[in-house]
């Protein structure tokens, strides 16, 4: 079913999807054993990436150890170990910024309890914080195109946020929201804003996220 | 401060009457360091007096005309101490009036090797003047020949020149055998010449003669032609000396005069301000001490004796600041701040202080713990990264162009995807220097002291004091925050410096709401 809300009682959901980043190059290694000795491999209990990035270009995935052994600038995530390994450029371990290393994960929140695409909604976003979208743009003649929505708030009473900002780079990273009413399945959810994160306020109860145009950052 | 202008001088006619007419208005530059290309103003048309500065300079390092360095002492003289240099102007001949021109070279008088120029021996063929040979007591002998020459001259000095005197008809009983520096007897040579009765005056633009090397004359010999207006019982000389023949077409052909009206194609190098001790004043605390007591007529005691001291020593780099057009003070002041990463902020007790960021917890600093605040915000401020940082500096006097040193910090762009370029303007003039600031902004410089770390999110806090709390505070004061909770790795924050930025005091409430980064930002 389509997102067709019907402006009476339309029971909206909020969702937001964050893929924030790790820094990896900061981290100790660990080499991996012989024959696969230039791979080198950290815990990363967050689960199977989404993307490894090495000084800002991904690194290609690979379903094997043996493969990651088989080519430079690969990772190989072993979801049983929950380990990630990684080939960097020379078969070397990271050191600090060399390279920039990071890992994705995509945070899920929502503004109620949901499931949309597989996977589960962690629903601690207030119900009544959804933002208005705004986009705009001139004559030809006039540019001033924009695209602007508020900032995404989290509830943080118990304090769950307050050091994964230093665990974790939150900032200028990809952040999809979506809008649909809920339990009419996905087909009814729609994006609203594709954009960046950006400055993060704090406090004893909520976090919130700033975000950014699209055009913000090099895509 | 934002409505202080300066330079706060201006040139007037009243006070040079024969200045530049275009000049009145004008700001008299300040100008502090080493700076080059200047543009001077001519105050004394008919002396040829040009100035560079409102007080004393230190030095005045070259004088250039069209490009061609001028030779101090014998094509221009200096007074520091007014700022002033002066270069003889233009000849100007009158009509019917008699002139001599006189030529003159620095090679060894030398029977073998010197120069001749092309003469006349019928003396009776030109009537309007004769030449001389001049030894060297300054003896006028009439060899009663004249030279082959022409007198070109212009209407005005943005006028095309003609031929005002013509000796250029070649017949026969010409030679080369005028000689310059072929023995003591004629250590110069002159030709007198009559100007037409009517017309004029005319600007001399320059004089043509003939001229052959006999052997080799010194190659780099100066050549020069001079006018004068009389030669006994003295020489009087009209305008200034031409430029060295030698550096046009032809033996020494062509002596080119220099054409100086007010707008004069000059630029100039100095060292500008002195500090009180005589020497080129380039320290930033000196400067602004000498801008609050010597520019604006301050009280030299306004600005905060120890921080004055501190910062003499903690920013060391030196400047240069040319302060030719009128500009707020605040604006300097920006520009100075940003150039060293220091502060002009008033204090209260009623100096203005000179803060910088350093290392170490200041005695004093006050502890605010959790049953302190009534609010508290935490921010990570990911708009204030910087990728890339350009610092100009060194600007050139004349075109107002700097030289850019840019640095740039890899965690920005690959961290944070930051691609943004912060430009700051400075008055530092030496690249080392420029580099070094542009590292500290970024954070990314190899040592300590003045990192600023914009290559990370700014780690900012901002918080209200319970009533009666923080009203001692000002920005660039130190706070210590301890709360059970905040952004951070642990979650908490137990005894962390913040460096205060702004400070709001309600004294309808009592409180105080202060914006603070994380110190160990900030130096």
Known sequence: ?219 | MGAIKIPRYRYSLATYPNMDPAAEGQVIPERYGTLYNLVPICIDLNAGKWKLNRREIHAITAVREAGQTLISGSEYTSDLANAEFTIGVTPVLQPSTVYYFVLESDYTIDGVNYLGYGQQTDGSKYTGGTLYYINGAGTWTDQAKDLYFRIWAKASLEAKAFILVDNWVWVAGWNYKALLRASAANTRIAQSFKTPASGGPWYLSNIQVEAIAVGSPSASRTTRASVLSAYSPSEIQVGVKSYRMENYTGEANRAYFPQRGAATDLTVDIEGIETSGGALMTNVADIIQDIQANILDGDADALNAADLVALKAARTETLALNLDTEIDFESIINKLESGQLWKYIPLLDGTIGLKFAAAGEPAGTPHYRDEHFKSFKMRRKWSAIYERVKVKYAQDGGSGEFLVAEAEALSAKYLYRSMRTLEVETFLTNGADALLLAEDYLGTSASAGRRQYLCWPTVEVEFELRAGLGWELIPSMKVKLTRARAMSASGALDAVLFYVMDVQKDSGSGMVKVTAILDAMTY
């Open chain 1, 1 to 219: 079913m389509a997102f067709e809300p019907n402006g009476y009682d339309p029971n909206l959901v909020m969702l937001v999807d964050i893929e924030i980043a790790r820094r990896l190059d900061t981290l100790a290694w660990t080499q991996a054993a012989a024959p696969n000795t230039a791979c080198w491999y950290v815990s990363h209990p967050e689960g199977e990436p989404s993307k490894v990035e090495g000084d800002g270009a991904a690194y290609t995935q690979n379903s094997s150890l043996a493969s990651c052994q088989a080519g430079t600038r690969r990772w190989f995530y072993d979801a049983t170990l929950e380990r990630l390994y990684v080939h960097i450029t020379g078969g070397g371990s990271p050191t600090i910024a060399n390279p920039y290393l990071l890992s994705f994960h995509v945070r899920r929140l929502a503004t109620d309890v949901e499931e949309y695409g597989g996977h589960l909604y962690l629903p601690i976003l207030p119900a009544d914080s959804i933002p208005s979208v705004s986009s705009s743009t001139g004559r030809f003649h006039e540019n001033g195109t924009s695209l602007s929505f508020g900032t995404i708030k989290i509830l943080n009473g118990d304090g769950r946020f307050d050091t994964l900002f230093d665990a974790f780079i939150w900032e200028a990273k990809r952040v999809t929201v979506r809008l649909g009413e809920k339990g009419k399945g996905d087909a009814n959810y729609m994006v609203i804003f594709d954009g960046w994160t950006g400055d993060i306020s704090w406090n004893d109860d909520f976090v919130e996220i700033g975000t950014e145009d699209l055009r913000t950052l090099v895509l």
